[in-house]
Each structure stands twice: as structure tokens, then as C-alpha cells.
Antibody, heavy 121, light 107 residues
Framework: QVQLVESGGGVVQPGGSLRLSCAAS????????MHWVRQAPGKGLDWVAF????????YYADSVKGRFTISRDNSKTTLYLQMNSLRAEDTAVYYC??????????????WGQGTLVTVSS | AIQLTQSPSSLSASVGGRVTLTCRAS??????LAWYQQKPGKSPKLLIY???SLESGVPSRFSGSGSGTDFTLTISSLQPEDFATYYC?????????FGGGTKVEIK
């Protein structure tokens, strides 16, 4: 079965950096686009970034553009999110999600359990 | 970016009752809309995609409709496991946004 396991969350000071990882299994990772979606404590869902199946296409939410970088290693079936210049408003649970399919790449059919990022001094 | 407005923000309903949730887009998004269910402390679950297509494994009591700017999610006979928060989500111009959510509580 599909499994997405995030890691790398923690507490970081404003202006700091953090790299999240997502280990994927149970499907052919290299065939699917992947996303990061976040959720601030007690708040709604907020899409962060997308990367195409081969890493060539990347899209970002305006709120993170220029600060966050999404990447993937298909040989390791792992998704990454490099987060720089972190702000208090980036505090959230970060979910790794799988695109439903090629046609519906903007829908998320599997989600990880999430990893909490706290930006605080 | 396109805004999605969900209404109501919360509602109380009885087991066995019929529930209709609404999602309105700030501009025409055709049918590129999905619905997700999230229970406390859990990850969201995809219910409906392309406005009205039922995701595999999702009970048939869930249905979606609409196109353009107005969309609805209907639960025909509410079950105890359906009490949760529901989010709509859209895609347009390479940006993805979610609605603010509707919390469905037990009456």
C-alpha cells in the first residue's frame, strides 16, 4: 500500500533553514507528481509546492516562492522541501502528498502523517 | 489567486440526515474542484475530484456537483464516521487553493 513518511521537522529560529524529506513506497514514485501541503495549528489547508514526475516542472505558492525549493530523488523514492528564510507564519504541519494521476496532477490522493515545523525565537 | 469560500463554516446535523456543503469560487474554474474530509489529528482524505467524480473506495452517500463558480458536496445519509471538517480545493493557472473548511458536528 502507498506510504508517505515525512521527517525533518522541528523548531527553528526566524530566518533559519530546514529541509524536510518524504520517503515514498507502495507505488512507482517516478511516475507521479508530488506536492507539499501545510496546515497551521488549528487552521485550514495551504498548498505549498508541486514537482513533476521527472523533476522538470515545479510550481510554488506565492507565499513561499523564492524561499522554498522542492526537489526529488527518484532513485531514492524521496521528496524534499528545502525551506530558507523561515518566518513565524511558516509554522505548520507539512504534509507530503501524491498527485492523483497525470491528468489530475493537482489533486492529492495520498497524504503522509505530516511533520511539524515551528518557527520561533 | 482564486479564492474559495465555503459555507457554512460549521453545522450540526443528525445521524441519518442529509447534508449539503457549498463552495464558491471567485471566478470560473470549470470543474477543477475536489473535496477532502479531515478528522481531528488525521491527514485529509480525497472524496471527490473533477467536481463530481467519486474517488475509489469512498461511500456512494457522498456526491459532488457544480461547475463554473458554484459547487456542492452532499452527504445523503450522515453516518457517525462522517463527522469531520470538509475542504474544497481548486486548481487554476498553476496555483492551488483551498476553501476555509466546513466543520460538520453531531446534533
Amino acid at each position: 500500500q502507498v506510504q508517505l513518511v515525512e521527517s525533518g521537522g522541528g523548531v527553528v529560529q526566524p530566518g533559519g533553514s530546514l529541509r524536510l524529506s518524504c520517503a515514498a513506497s507502495g507505488f512507482t514514485f517516478s511516475n507521479y507528481g508530488m506536492h507539499w501541503v501545510r496546515q497551521a495549528p488549528g487552521k485550514g489547508l495551504d498548498w505549498v509546492a508541486f514537482i513533476g514526475y521527472d523533476g522538470n516542472n515545479k510550481y510554488y505558492a506565492d507565499s513561499v516562492k523564492g524561499r522554498f525549493t522542492i526537489s526529488r530523488d527518484n532513485s531514492k523514492t524521496t521528496l524534499y522541501l528545502q525551506m530558507n528564510s523561515l518566518r513565524a507564519e511558516d509554522t505548520a504541519v507539512y504534509y507530503c502528498t501524491k498527485s492523483r494521476d497525470w491528468a489530475g496532477w493537482y489533486y492529492f490522493d495520498y497524504w503522509g502523517q505530516g511533520t511539524l515545523v515551528t518557527v520561533s525565537s | 489567486a482564486i479564492q474559495l469560500t465555503q459555507s457554512p463554516s460549521s453545522l450540526s446535523a443528525s445521524v441519518g440526515g442529509r447534508v449539503t456543503l457549498t463552495c464558491r469560487a471567485s471566478q470560473d474554474i470549470s470543474n477543477t474542484l475536489a473535496w477532502y474530509q479531515q478528522k481531528p489529528g488525521k491527514s485529509p482524505k480525497l472524496l471527490i475530484y473533477d467536481a463530481s467524480s467519486l474517488e475509489s473506495g469512498v461511500p456512494s452517500r457522498f456526491s459532488g456537483s457544480g461547475s463554473g463558480t458554484d459547487f456542492t458536496l452532499t452527504i445523503s445519509s450522515l453516518q457517525p464516521e462522517d463527522f469531520a471538517t470538509y475542504y474544497c480545493q481548486q486548481f487554476n493557472n498553476y496555483l492551488i487553493t483551498f476553501g476555509g473548511g466546513t466543520k460538520v458536528e453531531i446534533k
